[in-house]
């Protein structure tokens, strides 16, 4: 069923400089290529599936990284360029000058019958968002889609192209879209934007948007939905767990609040008095966890799913996949969820204890010297790293996280979570730790994430004070 279509790969072998051109048309596996990566004082490396191979011993120089440059688009804000009519991507490496020391050559290509496992979903007109890691295909289903929609169901199909990542460089988009249109975005910044004025100006159907990632990108995708366009889109997270407690995202799937129970209640539903529940219905109707090239995860009920995962009640997921003779196969199972929430108390846990693993946290734009304080004040389980790929939380501050620099970028890519700090001081601090480390007993772990959520999720303004009238005043 899944057909890779013709990827131009000679025409990204012509921009790279003649040495290693020859060099990499000799390997067995070229047809496998992944990326190219050349660094200046570095040599030149290909990417298979199956590792990385050093292609000469020659190292990088200016010359070879200007010959690239010289024969490829113009780089956007956020460092990436492409090859007109081919969905190759050459993103670039930059030093504190702006001069460009490394590129990465990546080769593009569409697939089809990827989104044969969720076609009659797509064609339900109901509102899609796929969650996955880096890598895993949710592009290249959002992709084919688009050309879906467009072409079979014959409908109003937008594309919401940021760094011309779904149809390619120039003003031409790829034919892996079909008949679907495409509006550029020129800064990922401007993306939330061009969102709505594709609704307001050119009447879809269907809007299809790639990599929602932040807080004005989520309420447009909101506006999108209320006026009854559907909208089939990513966003950063490998499952719906992850989401829901992402604070900038949540709102994607209804957002999270803290409600308190009476006495009587709290009885009946066997809770603690505070509990989170879901604040708003969900902007997408169903969650595509994408595990593989013929595997997915579905959850076609998200506010079901969402309460379910809250109170840590077993919600019904849809198992797909691929037989080796292209059936799609479908099985309904029961998922339980440990993460987000609890209902019962459980007994401390201390640090010290094998069946907890410390936390690998990489602070950008965090004081370095109170963390650590504040860690072991706290005795939470925590390690701080400076290897980005080995680390399981990347914590920032408010600040940082809105102006995106490359560091959360990368983050980003990664599926890594991310918690952005209202404020660099201890008690934030405190906050985050006992919210996200091992350590401490899920009562606690809830108690914790509440009280970030009533005051702003994480990363939102505190709510000013009123001040009581004066008497007679």
Not at 35 to 60: C, N, T, Y
Not at 102 to 131: H, K
Not at 291 to 308: C, I, K, M, N, P
Request: glycine content about 8%; overall charge neutral; hydrophobic content about 35%.
């Amino acid at each position: 069923m899944r057909q890779v279509v013709a990827d131009k790969l000679d025409a990204l072998l012509e921009v790279l400089p003649p040495h290693i051109r020859e060099l990499l048309t000799e390997q067995a596996r070229i047809n496998d290529l992944l990326e190219v990566v050349m660094d200046l004082g570095a040599p030149p490396e290909a990417r298979f599936p199956q590792g990385e191979v050093i292609i000469s011993d020659k190292e990088v120089d200016q010359h070879d990284i200007a010959f690239v440059v010289g024969r490829i688009g113009e780089f956007t804000s956020d460092n990436r360029a492409g090859i007109e009519r081919t969905l190759h991507r050459i993103s670039a490496m930059r030093n504190r000058r702006g001069t460009i020391v490394g590129l990465t050559c990546r080769v593009g290509r569409a697939v089809f019958g990827m989104v044969d496992m969720i076609a009659d979903l797509i064609e339900s007109g109901q509102n899609i968002l796929l969650l996955g890691r880096p890598g895993v295909g949710k592009t290249t289903m959002l992709r084919e889609s688009a050309r879906v929609l467009a072409d079979s169901a014959r409908k109003r199909v937008v594309v919401i192209d940021t760094s011309n990542e779904i149809a390619g460089d120039g003003d031409i988009p790829h034919p892996a879209i079909g008949h679907a249109r495409r509006m550029q975005v020129p800064t990922p910044e401007r993306q939330h934007s061009v969102m709505i004025e594709a609704v307001e100006n050119h009447m879809p159907e269907v809007i299809v948007i790639d990599e929602i990632g932040t807080e004005l990108e989520a309420q447009a995708a909101r506006t999108i939905a209320e006026r009854g366009v559907q909208l089939i889109g990513t966003a950063h997270g490998n499952n719906l767990e992850n989401l829901i407690l992402n604070p900038t995202l949540s709102d994607l799937v209804g957002g999270t609040q803290s409600v308190t129970l009476g006495d009587e209640e709290a009885r009946r539903r066997h809770t603690q008095k505070s509990i989170l529940e879901r604040k708003a219905p969900p902007t997408f109707d169903v969650v595509v966890e994408i595990l593989g090239f013929y595997r997915v995860s579905v959850h076609t009920d998200v506010q079901e799913a969402v309460d379910g995962i809250l109170t840590r009640k077993p919600t019904r997921t849809e198992s797909r996949w691929v037989e080796s003779n292209d059936e799609v196969r479908k099985e309904t199972v029961l998922s339980s969820h440990t993460g987000a929430a609890t209902a019962q108390e459980e007994e401390l846990v201390p640090p010290s204890s094998p069946r907890d693993r410390a936390v690998k946290v990489f602070p950008f734009g965090v004081n370095r010297n109170r963390l650590e304080t504040v860690a072991r004040r706290e005795r939470t389980n925590i390690q701080i790293v400076d290897d980005l790929d080995a680390s399981d939380l990347f914590l920032t501050t408010r600040t940082h996280y809105r102006r995106k620099p490359q560091r959360v970028r990368d983050a980003e890519a990664l599926g890594i979570p991310i918690y952005a700090l209202k404020g660099n001081d201890l008690h934030q601090m405190r906050q985050c730790l006992h919210a996200v480390a091992p350590g401490l007993s899920r009562s606690s772990y809830v108690h914790q994430l509440q009280e970030l959520l009533n005051e702003g999720k994480g990363e939102g303004e505190k709510r000013p004070r009123t001040k009581s009238p004066r008497r007679g005043g």
